[in-house]
């Protein structure tokens, strides 16, 4: 995905902080911008974004600090997952049973 720096970020991001931006991100800092600018109106903002309100004050909650990589997308991978139970040389067995048997259960 393509990056590019915001200049319309600096009245919200703290002085000094040069970003590179997914386009993503730089949708939400302009849901973020126009808020501010027409009177930090939500329920306008949505309806002007086609947005919902959860998800509007879901970026709005995170960007309170102000900085520019809070509105960038997180990882949706579980934090812990399950360790496996079986050996890989289980797991393979039954892999080989399955191609060679693909009606079995």
């Known amino acids: ?12 991001a703290r ?17 973020l911008e126009w808020h501010r600018r027409h009177g930090s109106n939500a329920a306008l903002t949505c309806r002007h974004f086609g947005i919902s309100r959860q998800t509007f004050y879901r970026w709005q909650r995170r960007f309170e600090d102000g900085q520019l990589a809070q509105l960038e997308d997180r990882s949706h991978r579980p934090r812990r997952r399950r360790q496996p139970t079986w050996p890989p040389q289980h797991a393979d067995a039954v892999l080989a049973l399955r191609r060679r048997y693909p009606r079995w259960g």
């Open 1 to 12: 995905m393509q990056t590019q720096w915001v200049p319309e970020a600096r009245p919200l």
């Open 15 to 31: 002085l000094g902080e040069k970003r590179e931006l997914s386009r993503a991100a730089r949708v939400r800092l302009e849901w």
